[in-house]
């Protein structure tokens, strides 16, 4: 158990639809980041945000928006839905405190997006 | 530019048999080095890492990599490998200046044979 959670496990919605995904960093952490893993696309970073503030913009789609909140968690909102957006979405933490440890990251389990 | 090449999309080996996963980076510095294993259904795992001195470093589950600074490599080996190895590995570097960023390879698909 890497200390991080991600919900819902799984999400099933239509196209056009609009879902919120959700992360809780490990404790202690300050950094979350989104990836999108899709079988033809690998894994695919997203968007960093450490202490709330946004500090980096992978891939993400206009349509795809995020935030962290002041006790840390953070939401990835997908809008507009469409079915090329099934993807199993993963957030991952890291501490980001000055140690050598900043740059590791720890994943949570995923959400399995399916768009119909 | 810089980037992580996983030349293997699948290797198969035999369960005994021993194993060795291939990375290669682009970067002008030694940059910090990590190997991760994402088991079917579940999120990515860190297996070992290298940020400096030995340039061999030990993992869990009985993984181990080398850093080759003359070949820009971190190869990941298991001298026998178990059907629960089997999984995907991805190899990522960490440039200093990234802002804590990974750069990710493609990912290398493990299978068991009995």
């Known amino acids: 158990d890497s200390g991080v959670t991600q919900t819902p496990k799984h999400l099933i919605t239509a196209t056009g639809q609009r879902v919120t995904l959700r992360c809780s960093p490990r404790?202690?952490?300050?950094?979350v980041y989104w990836y999108q893993q899709s079988l033809d696309q690998g894994l695919q970073f997203l968007i960093q945000y450490y202490n709330g503030e946004e500090r980096a913009k992978g891939n993400i789609l206009e349509r795809f928006s995020a935030q962290q909140f002041p006790d840390l968690h953070s939401e990835l909102n997908l809008s507009s839905l469409e079915l090329g957006d099934s993807a199993l979405y993963f957030c991952a933490s890291s501490s980001q405190r000055g140690g050598t440890d900043d740059y590791e990251q720890y994943f949570g389990p995923g959400t399995r997006l399916t768009v119909t | 530019a810089q980037s992580v090449t996983q030349p293997d999309i699948h290797i198969t080996v035999s369960e005994g048999a021993s194993l060795e996963l291939r990375c290669n980076y682009s970067?002008?510095?030694?940059?910090?080095l990590f190997w991760y294993v994402q088991s079917p259904g579940q999120g990515l795992q860190l297996l070992l890492k290298y940020f400096s001195g030995d340039t061999l470093v030990q993992g869990i589950k009985g993984f181990e990599a080398e850093f080759k600074r003359s070949q820009s490599s971190f190869n990941l080996r298991k001298p026998s490998v178990h059907w629960s190895d089997a999984a995907e590995y991805f190899c990522a570097v960490g440039p200093m200046d990234s802002n804590y960023q990974l750069i990710w390879g493609a990912g290398t698909k493990l299978i068991i044979k009995p």
């Open positions: 404790s202690g952490d300050l950094s």
């Open positions: 970067y002008g510095a030694t940059p910090y």
